[in-house]
């Protein structure tokens, strides 16, 4: 048997019929990390994390234990685990240790996780591709001379290659959906607020939040009752349970957007994510055609709001107090350098437009403006959600790309996220649950994964778990 196959639900079965331990479990996962040349782990500490899972053994042992006690876990490297490095794949945090745990860290702690490691990340969580990490490409299980996605590239890699029994991304504009959907595994993608962003580095403090990757659906679901919930430390988070009814499939209305099926969409794409749609409707979901108008306006949208919190949010890395201190002649010469050395090209592309956009001149024309766009497509949702119950479409216009195709073309590689970011700006739960592969049938390394986007209006992560779990038996 090879443990790192089993999902959360089967090792806890495994581990509680004593047929393995935890430390046999972080064991086989360690030796496949080790072996590993995809980039997926920035950093693991193997002593650590044996130490936690014979801990966990003694919870284990005495009867009292959760489900997730003793399954080995890795962390996107924008998460605080204290004592560990977080440097969110920039020089300027390269040697940066934690000093304390993110709050959805501490919950994995109670629940008796074992800690593995750090996965890599687009700098500072910037980018559709994992190119952007300033300690090298993460590359795609399925296929190594592509892409894994981004920018929680490297968790959706780890799960994918059975490197990690799931994970902690994080998504922004769509950085678990994506990779997901790239590397062929489950990434849930929480409502704004619930999940505390209390120890993430910030990206975007509007849009930013925290959601598992998993194997499947469920697994998506035990790891997101866990890290979800109001936190005193973030005051955007929210009082939240899950809903344990089931809902059925049958008789549920389901949009299908057609904006997102517009030209320049893969062929084969289109054909995965209509198949699906096609069993949804056969298992007795009704099928409503709807039209998000706002959508044409959301990537320009995002792309003034994103990189104008982003100036904002990075600011405190001026070289003074954490992280890479160049030295210089004088004050301004310091943050110069530290953040000249320190930052990476589409940090620094994004800094500066979204400092422009916040000048004195420009705030009206371009973040203002923006906010005002963000509110027509939050209208648009709404509207759309007193028709139906959940949305279906796909995730990425296409599979995933090779190393370097698009690296020197922000525009194109900005484009991996147009059907994910719009629901961010309105703060909508989303999913991505794998629909199917494409290309030679003859070739299993072109066999590339398509994932299909389940989107529900806020708070409605039940009704999205519940609806995958029924389609991906049928996928």
Request: charged share 25%.
């Amino acid at each position: 048997m090879d443990l790192t196959e089993l999902t959360i639900r089967q090792a806890h079965e495994g581990l509680k019929a004593k047929k393995f331990s935890s430390v046999d479990l972080t064991k086989a996962y360690l030796e496949k990390i080790k072996k590993s040349d995809l980039n997926s782990f920035l950093s693991f500490d193997e002593g650590w994390a044996i130490t936690q899972a014979e801990a966990a053994n003694k919870k284990i042992e005495s009867g009292d234990f959760g489900v997730l006690c003793g399954i080995p876990c890795a962390i996107k490297d924008a998460i605080m685990v204290a004592g560990q490095k977080c440097t969110a794949a920039s020089k300027i945090l390269e040697n940066y240790v934690a000093p304390y745990d993110a709050t959805v860290i501490k919950k994995l702690k109670e629940a008796g996780v074992v800690i593995l490691g750090k996965t890599n990340t687009d700098e500072f969580t910037m980018g559709s591709s994992t190119e952007n990490s300033a300690f090298g490409v993460t590359k795609n299980p399925h296929d190594k001379t592509r892409v894994p996605g981004g920018s929680s590239g490297g968790s959706a890699a780890a799960v994918a290659a059975n490197e990690a029994c799931f994970t902690l991304g994080t998504d922004t504009g769509g950085s678990i959906r994506q990779p997901s959907s790239f590397c062929g595994v489950v990434g849930l993608c929480p409502t704004y607020g619930a999940v505390s962003r209390y120890g993430l580095i910030a990206h975007a403090s509007s849009l930013d939040q925290i959601g598992p990757i998993t194997k499947n659906v469920e697994d998506a679901k035990i790891v997101f009752e866990v890290i979800s919930g109001k936190d005193k430390m973030d005051a955007t988070s929210k009082e939240y349970k899950l809903e344990e009814s089931e809902v059925k499939l049958k008789g549920l209305k389901i949009g299908v957007p057609k904006e997102y099926f517009a030209k320049g969409i893969n062929k084969e794409v289109e054909k995965i994510i209509r198949g699906a749609i096609k069993k949804a409707e056969d298992a007795g979901a009704e099928i409503v055609e709807i039209s998000l108008p706002s959508t044409e306006f959301a990537l320009a949208c995002y792309y003034v709001i994103d990189p104008s919190e982003i100036s904002a949010n990075l600011a405190r890395f001026d070289g003074i107090k954490y992280g890479l201190s160049a030295e210089g002649k004088d004050l301004l010469d310091v943050y110069i350098k530290s953040k000249g050395h320190g930052f990476g090209e589409e940090v620094k592309r994004r800094i500066m437009i979204g400092t422009y956009c916040l000048s004195s001149g420009y705030y009206d024309a371009y973040y203002k403006k923006a906010q005002e766009v963000r509110q027509l497509i939050r209208q648009d949702f709404a509207k759309t959600f007193k028709k139906v119950d959940l949305l279906f479409c796909p995730v990425s216009p296409f599979p995933a790309f090779k190393i370097g195709e698009k690296a020197d073309d922000p525009m194109a590689m900005y484009l991996a996220d147009i059907y994910t970011i719009p629901m961010k700006l309105a703060g909508l739960p989303g999913m991505s649950i794998p629909a199917g592969k494409m290309g030679d049938p003859a070739s299993p390394a072109g066999r590339l994964p398509v994932g299909l986007q389940i989107i529900g209006n806020h708070f409605q992560e039940n009704k999205i778990l519940s609806v995958a779990s029924q389609l991906e038996k049928m996928l």
